[in-house]
């Protein structure tokens, strides 16, 4: 990591901070729609799979989603509160 990474005291390391955040805002949304959301979709499992384990599936699925919003909403803050450039 860059030395001034962490410093919202200058431009640069308030632009580094946020990029940071930026891609982990990026990766949690990769992982919710290409995992988590896609696998929703009775498609992309086996047709013969029984509706209980499928049911069962999806409300463990639905918690990722939920907690990937939580993830996101914890960085949304982070780059309010250090990625102000000032």
């Known amino acids: 990591m860059a030395e001034n990474a962490g410093t919202t005291n200058s431009a640069g390391g308030a ?5 940071y955040l930026a891609s982990a805002l990026d990766m949690e949304d990769q992982i919710n729609t290409s995992i988590y959301k896609d696998y929703l979709d ?12 499928f049911k069962t599936i999806t409300q ?11 993830h996101r909403n914890i960085i949304a803050v982070l780059v309010e509160k250090y990625g102000r450039i000032e």
């Not at 632009?15 to 990029?19: P, R």
């Open 15 to 19: 632009k580094i901070l946020v990029g």
């Open 42 to 53: 009775e498609k992309y499992w086996p047709k013969n799979i029984q509706p209980e384990i």
């Open 60 to 70: 463990y699925l639905n918690v990722l989603i939920e907690d990937t919003q939580k």
